[in-house]
């Protein structure tokens, strides 16, 4: 992603407070706790980068009382993220549903987060390659449902102290690397028959009126465009009022304190954006909060990208 021209450091500060306050506290920053802020910011700076300084800054936003009082929450780890995802929800013209769409359980997780996973999807609680994804789409996920392409992993081999990692799907696998079940199980009667549901739910949303945002996130890969474009083009014939986002995460730090994202490519209402968070995933939710809301708003936003 191209870095953005540098700003003042007077005015680089001053954006770093005011985002903070109206992201998390909803509200403006009175003017004279944004002169102390931005005077102890540059303090800070004399033992500091920017980034590091801009972390320490949204993390004791965060912890404050106000801030936890109004995204009711005890701590900035798991919080909830409905307050913060309000606003974007509020603005668009018409009521929208979210459904995740793979490929990592992060899409899942902070849909939940954000108050808007409203029922489980097949590919929620999954690790499985967007080529996977789109196969399911294109057989009504006649292969994911197949029980003899479903293989126990061992509990020897699954990583230590990872919850999850209970089943493989062995053709996908093969195919396009690792389809991890993680939290139900296909190989015992209570984990088919929910993703039975799951499948269920999705195929009948697919086909429903409403309109429906499906949110994927995926590690970019040299592919990541191509399988995105067919994934498009067949939801474009095939689903009514659906709106595929897919969010792929680049490697490597962005070059300012806020996590960056860009339109990568639009067909239809389709809409691919390449997302470089702050800090790595970690179980179903990114270290940094602000990972989160910028995946929310970022995806939400996608429809309205030109």
């Given at each position: 992603?191209?870095a953005p021209?540098?700003?003042?450091?007077?005015?680089?500060?001053?954006?770093?407070?005011?985002?903070?306050?109206?992201?998390?506290?909803?509200?403006?920053?009175?003017?004279?706790?944004?002169?102390?802020?931005?005077?102890?910011?540059?303090?800070?700076?004399?033992?500091?980068?920017?980034?590091?300084?801009?972390?320490?800054?949204?993390?004791?936003?965060?912890?404050?009382?106000?801030?936890?009082?109004?995204?009711?929450i005890a701590?900035?780890?798991?919080?909830?993220?409905?307050?913060?995802?309000?606003?974007?929800?509020?603005?668009?013209?018409?009521?929208?549903?979210?459904?995740?769409?793979?490929?990592?359980?992060?899409?899942?997780?902070?849909?939940?987060?954000?108050?808007?996973?409203?029922?489980?999807?097949?590919?929620?609680?999954?690790?499985?390659?967007?080529?996977?994804?789109?196969?399911?789409?294109?057989?009504?996920?006649?292969?994911?449902?197949?029980?003899?392409?479903?293989?126990?992993?061992?509990?020897?081999?699954?990583?230590?102290?990872a919850a999850?990692?209970?089943?493989?799907?062995?053709?996908?696998?093969?195919?396009?690397?690792?389809?991890?079940?993680?939290?139900?199980?296909?190989?015992?009667?209570?984990?088919?028959?929910?993703?039975?549901?799951?499948?269920?739910?999705?195929?009948?949303?697919?086909?429903?009126?409403?309109?429906?945002?499906?949110?994927?996130?995926?590690?970019?890969?040299?592919?990541?465009?191509?399988?995105?474009?067919?994934?498009?083009?067949?939801?474009?014939?095939?689903?009514?009022?659906?709106?595929?986002?897919?969010?792929?995460?680049?490697?490597?730090?962005?070059?300012?304190?806020?996590?960056?994202?860009?339109?990568?490519?639009?067909?239809?209402?389709?809409?691919?954006?390449?997302?470089?968070?702050?800090?790595?995933?970690?179980?179903?939710?990114?270290?940094?909060?602000?990972?989160?809301?910028?995946?929310?708003?970022?995806?939400?936003?996608?429809?309205?990208?030109?």
């Amino acid at each position: 992603m191209p870095a953005p021209d540098p700003l003042p450091l007077q005015e680089a500060l001053e954006a770093i407070v005011r985002g903070a306050h109206t992201s998390i506290l909803d509200r403006e920053v009175d003017p004279t706790w944004l002169t102390a802020f931005v005077n102890e910011l540059r303090t800070r700076l004399r033992k500091k980068n920017l980034p590091e300084v801009t972390g320490d800054f949204m993390k004791i936003i965060l912890g404050s009382e106000e801030a936890r009082n109004r995204l009711g929450i005890a701590g900035a780890a798991g919080a909830p993220l409905q307050p913060v995802m309000a606003p974007a929800l509020n603005a668009r013209p018409a009521a929208l549903s979210v459904i995740g769409l793979g490929c990592l359980p992060v899409a899942a997780g902070a849909l939940r987060r954000g108050g808007l996973r409203r029922w489980a999807a097949p590919f929620d609680w999954m690790t499985i390659p967007a080529e996977a994804v789109r196969d399911c789409l294109v057989d009504d996920f006649a292969l994911l449902m197949a029980p003899h392409e479903h293989e126990e992993i061992p509990p020897e081999q699954r990583p230590p102290g990872a919850a999850g990692h209970l089943c493989r799907h062995l053709r996908f696998s093969q195919l396009y690397g690792p389809t991890i079940f993680h939290r139900h199980d296909p190989l015992t009667p209570e984990g088919y028959a929910a993703l039975e549901r799951a499948v269920l739910r999705l195929r009948e949303a697919l086909r429903a009126l409403h309109g429906k945002l499906l949110l994927q996130v995926v590690e970019e890969e040299d592919n990541t465009a191509e399988v995105f474009a067919e994934t498009a083009e067949f939801l474009e014939r095939s689903a009514r009022g659906a709106t595929l986002v897919t969010v792929a995460l680049v490697e490597g730090r962005p070059e300012g304190p806020f996590p960056e994202m860009e339109l990568a490519q639009a067909i239809g209402s389709h809409r691919l954006l390449r997302c470089r968070p702050l800090t790595p995933i970690q179980g179903i939710e990114f270290r940094d909060i602000l990972d989160d809301v910028v995946l929310l708003r970022g995806a939400l936003a996608a429809p309205q990208l030109r």
